[in-house]
């Protein structure tokens, strides 16, 4: 009798003091079935506030609900990681091994952070539970005052099938502070040789619009050896022939519909000189 | 008599527990305080994978291993995939160890290894961070994992930009590479001049990756047909009418890849179908 008062009391003061304790040697993930970040405003110049929502849904007992955010750890790969609790207090039973009870009521859980970022760029905000995996992500886009950037990586190969053998090649620093665009676009002379333009000097007018200049470049004549119709040259001329608009109509990460890229050069006297509806290349 | 016998056990019964709570609250409080003197600055950790690349169902070790700030270093740690991603992730979180005892401050080197056996061809991200309680969760470092088909090679790193010489500004090769997909699959095209001067590109096609900074494919010269071109524009967009092998191109990179200690450099080389050399470039990775 005295023994089982000793224990229960034991028993019962452990199941105080002790869960703190027994998650620490029992790391253990609870499954959650949906967790959504969202950013407001997504887009915005520096130094303008942000609000981060972490929206989490699964079962309701066992939801993080006390999530931390540590806004000086962006890391060096301009992450910034919120993290929540493996378990809501209060129902971790301390005997081994360690077990959450978590009832069958499905809810929702929602957490607001408030983050400020001073630099240009795109920090991706990752929502994960303390020992386990990433459950959701968003991305905070800062441009330079006065300025805005794309929504997402528009680097890659794009053409039109029905013309198949002329495209563009865009090289996008997404992640950069200016997420600036280095483009070049195939295209054929009246004879019907290969001839490349570049697109430089970029600017998003949009998020889904950039706008650029459109060159040509040229060499000196007779550079290349007698066995090699073509040569490596450093140009000699660089010519602005015109102005080019690309509307991305960018895909976000939500979106399931895949909508073409138009693209269209524009002379020096406004009048368009060709343009191309393309989809990018899977390599 | 059997009441001071019942007196004298209640007291000794009231003694036992008294200690035992004394006990527990102690080492609890104990427990928290080492926790918290085990606060660790953030940490930098070095995270490799032997072998970097290799086919489906290789067994992989991640060795993640540096210097830490203080004299309790983690040495386990806990692995979790999240395949679904778009990021391709591996977290793993090392586990700041409770103690006891107050650590030192004497920074100490530790080592943590993890098995992996990639069944998913492509770039897997492995995320490292550190855990512990009082601390949250301190963000570390990046590595990859890459798998191949049997008997193939990959690349070792993103090789996509624009890449000149700036001695001959004007030409150079753009490359799209398909870094983190199955195939690892790159496109190029290499803008060059003819002997009038004129603006001229071929396309560089159907790499394979001989080693993992070594790539060789096909150099092909595409034409369309004349007088296409609105007669406003000397230039236009249309369909290629021919499409002619002209050769092969061998594309090999320097300082590229984990610790690669030294700029991004690459050399391209067109050959003819003799296998006699068409173009030469040394370039260097146009920053945007």
Known sequence: MKTLLIHALLYAFALILLPTASLATQPTSIAITAVLVTVNPENAPQNTPRTITVKTSGAFFCLPLFGVMNSTAVDDANVLTITFPNFAPGFVFPTPPAVAVCPAIVASVEQSFQFTPTKAGVIKVRALQTNGPISGQASILTSPKGETRGFADVSGMYYDNSTNGSGLALHHNAQGTTSGLFGTWFAYDTEGKPRWLTIQETRWETTDILVGNLYETKANANQCSPNSPLCIARFSSIQKVGTVRINFFILRPLDDVIRPTEVKAIGLDGATMFSSSVYRLPL | ?288
Request: aromatic share 8%; proline share 7%; glycine share 10%.
């Open chain 2, 1 to 288: 008599m059997k009441m001071q016998t019942a007196q004298v056990l209640t007291r000794n019964h009231f003694g036992v527990i008294a200690r035992s709570i004394a006990a527990l609250i102690l080492s609890t409080v104990a427990l928290s305080s080492a926790a918290q003197n085990n606060a660790p600055l953030p940490f930098t950790p070095a995270i490799s994978t032997e072998p970097t690349n290799a086919p489906q169902n290789t067994p992989r070790v991640i060795t993640v291993q540096g210097q830490w700030p203080n004299g309790c270093p983690p040495s386990s740690g806990t692995m979790t995939t999240d395949l679904a991603e778009s990021d391709y992730l591996i977290t793993i979180a090392l586990i700041i160890p409770q103690t006891l005892l107050p650590c030192t401050q004497a920074i100490t080197s530790y080592t943590v290894k993890f098995n992996y056996t990639p069944q998913a061809l492509g770039v897997i991200r492995v995320m490292v961070k550190a855990i512990g309680d009082g601390v949250g969760s301190i963000p570390g470092g990046a590595g990859t994992i890459s798998t191949s088909l049997l008997g193939q090679n990959r690349g070792i790193a993103d090789v996509s930009g624009m890449w000149y010489d700036p001695n001959t500004n004007g030409s150079g090769v753009s490359i799209i590479h398909n870094y983190q997909g199955v195939s690892s699959g790159l496109f190029a095209a290499w803008f060059a001049y003819d002997s009038s001067g004129n603006p001229r590109w071929l396309t560089i096609q159907e790499g394979k990756w001989e080693a993992n900074n070594f790539i060789i494919g096909n150099l092909y010269e595409t034409k369309a047909a004349p007088n296409q071109c609105n007669a406003s524009m000397p230039l236009c967009v249309a369909r290629y009418l021919s499409l002619v092998k002209i050769g092969t191109a061998r594309l090999s990179f320097t300082g590229i890849g984990p610790n690669a200690g030294t700029p991004p450099q690459a050399t391209i080389e067109g050959f003819d179908l003799n296998g006699s050399s068409l173009l030469r470039s040394s370039v260097l990775r146009m920053p945007l």
